[in-house]
């Protein structure tokens, strides 16, 4: 009986002294590893959130771009007929989506899907307002037919978009 309760006298101070040495151990690792996730987000963020803002800015110069009154503006002038205006103004939609299309992968899917739903509307704009005219009639007749339809929405077909855009720059840094 006595060896055992010279046994229970050097067990049980080693195993506390044991156990505090696991805890202190537990702790500093659980240290380094916070330190360790601190820099890899400081990283990331020196890193990545430029490119990202610089695809978000790259995005809204976008949809300024095509919208209806900046490319009339740029663009107008420089057909004689609907058809040629038309044309014209479709293509420049699609050089600037193309030129754009890579910042996809610095935005959400959803914010990427109201891009380019807002891209499609204008187009769709283009289209429909130029099917109430005649081919032939002078470029001006599209632009004031693009200009009723807008005024009739009370909306530019870009605005969504432009929102969505603003929404998801706000959240990067909340």
Do not use: C
């Not at 050089?95 to 204008?122: F, G, K, P, R």
């Amino acid at each position: 009986m006595d060896i055992l309760s010279d046994f229970l006298k050097l067990i049980v101070p080693a195993a506390l002294v044991l156990y505090g040495m696991y805890l202190t151990i537990k702790l500093l690792l659980e240290r380094e590893a916070d330190r360790h996730q601190y820099e890899v987000k400081n990283r990331y963020t020196e890193a990545v959130v430029p490119i990202r803002l610089q695809a978000f800015e790259r995005m809204v110069l976008f949809l300024e771009r095509i919208s209806p009154n900046n490319l009339l503006l740029r663009l107008g002038g420089s057909s004689t007929t609907v058809l040629e205006l038309q044309q014209r103004l479709l293509q420049e939609i699609r050089d600037e989506y193309n030129h754009n299309l890579s910042q996809q992968v610095y935005m959400s899917q959803a914010t990427w899907d109201q891009i380019q739903a807002a891209m499609n509307d204008v187009m769709v704009l283009i289209n429909q307002a130029s099917g109430d005219t005649r081919p032939d009639a002078p470029a001006l007749d599209l632009s004031k037919r693009i200009f009723e339809r807008i005024i009739q929405k009370d909306k530019q077909p870009t605005s969504d978009a432009l929102k969505a855009v603003k929404e998801e720059i706000q959240a990067m840094f909340m």
